[in-house]
């Protein structure tokens, strides 16, 4: 039996302009990998009928599940439920229990009278199947072509993960037979890309070929996942476990964690298991290591605070940063972030500290010293430790790389590995 494969197709002239980002299609793509549905193809087209069809020919010729999102709106530019309509030959119908619920969310929620066009929401082609949406006011619909579930869900995300979680998995669950597809992820640092494929070669060339390797480099990282497909669970997770230990083990000496989470939940875990707080000091990233730090639930419990010393001013009077050092050699040298790494424990009271200071660019830059030259502090109770790094990227890009590379190298500190 083949794996069953899928087509998401997002519809909205916003997305091809740059103007919204397309998160539905990576929300939608996950949730069809946890049930072994695989991802064939993601289509975007704007809001024009002749490349909707297109797409939906192009889609149904060749999977199994199609699911798109957009244009179920009340405006004039939602076209996509009267091109369904009519693509597969169908009639307009009131669709009762939708206008039901449309018309408690504006007369008992709103307060507001239910218009005509909120109410032209819950009309629905005939040939469909209503997905009752308890999320918002356009319903979802499912259409049958051929040997494929033709999905059609509302653009708005919070509506369209209802719908997905509530209404499309359990019907894919139900009424395919569905294979089983697994990874296992994890995170290296201190290692490029390419030396980390070097260094694992023999191994990727000896995977069986039910089980492929991706890399997945990010902010000065590398991640690493495994992804099988089968049809017999069991057989592929005792194959992935086998080979995913011999995989930790080629990498050991560059290991973060064995599991798909991000750097700073890592940090977070080791701080909060040693019972150590930390605090941060930063010049050029403005406050982003500590945003990093604290946006999982529970950075309380290690993260005390943070200074966003971006004038000198800052620097010298809060961070103790000698004024001469400031006048010799600069804010961004190693003499200041290991003078700030240490000044914000102390003041914070915290065990361990962090500090940057850097050239993000575009503009800042000497001859000494050029765009994307940072230095990073780190501090506990026994030593200060500093690095420079040389970053290549623009603006945000470099703020985000010297983000993960400080709290990459607090992680170092904790550890005792450096």
Request: glycine fraction near 8%; proline fraction near 4%.
């Amino acid at each position: 039996m083949d794996q069953v494969q899928a087509t998401i197709i997002t519809i909205g002239d916003e997305l091809l302009i740059g103007q919204v980002i397309d998160t539905n299609s990576a929300y939608i793509a996950q949730k069809l990998n946890s049930i072994g549905i695989a991802v064939h193809q993601r289509i975007a087209v704007g809001d024009d009928a002749d490349s909707i069809t297109n797409a939906l020919d192009t889609a149904i010729a060749k999977c199994q599940v199609v699911i798109i999102t957009g244009g179920l709106g009340p405006t004039a530019d939602d076209i996509t439920k009267p091109l369904l309509n009519s693509y597969f030959g169908g009639k307009m119908v009131i669709d009762q229990p939708s206008l039901t619920h449309i018309s408690y969310i504006f007369e008992q929620i709103h307060k507001k009278p239910m218009i005509e066009r909120n109410r032209k929401q819950a009309e629905v082609p005939d040939v469909c199947e209503v997905l009752f949406n308890q999320s918002g006011t356009a319903p979802g619909m499912l259409f049958k072509k051929n040997e494929s579930l033709i999905f059609s869900l509302p653009g708005v995300p919070h509506e369209m993960q209802w719908l997905t979680n509530e209404q499309v998995i359990p019907i894919l669950v139900n009424r395919l037979q569905l294979g089983v597809i697994a990874h296992r992820t994890l995170l290296t640092a201190g290692v490029g890309e390419s030396f980390l494929a070097e260094s694992i070669i023999d191994f990727e060339t000896s995977l069986p070929e039910h089980i492929k390797l991706a890399y997945l480099p990010s902010y000065g990282m590398v991640r690493l996942r495994l992804t099988g497909k089968s049809h017999d669970a069991v057989s592929l997770n005792w194959d992935l476990d086998s080979l995913f230990q011999s995989l930790k083990l080629k990498v050991k000496d560059n290991l973060v964690t064995d599991k798909d989470e991000p750097l700073e939940v890592v940090v977070g875990r080791l701080l909060k298991d040693q019972n150590h707080t930390v605090a941060t000091a930063e010049s050029c990233t403005g406050g982003y290591i500590g945003h990093l730090l604290s946006k999982h639930a529970g950075s309380s419990t290690f993260f005390t605070g943070s200074v966003v010393s971006y004038d000198n001013r800052i620097k010298t009077e809060f961070l103790d940063v000698p004024t001469t050092v400031l006048q010799t050699v600069g804010a961004v040298s190693k003499e200041a972030v290991e003078q700030m790494a240490i000044a914000i424990r102390s003041k914070m009271k915290t065990d361990f500290g962090i500090s940057v200071s850097g050239i993000m660019g575009p503009s800042g830059q000497t001859d000494e010293k050029p765009l994307g030259m940072v230095w990073i502090g780190v501090s506990n109770k026994e030593k200060v430790v500093s690095k420079v790094f040389y970053l290549r990227f623009d603006r945000q890009k470099n703020i985000e790389v010297t983000a993960n590379q400080a709290i990459n190298l607090l992680r170092l500190l904790i550890i005792n590995k450096i």
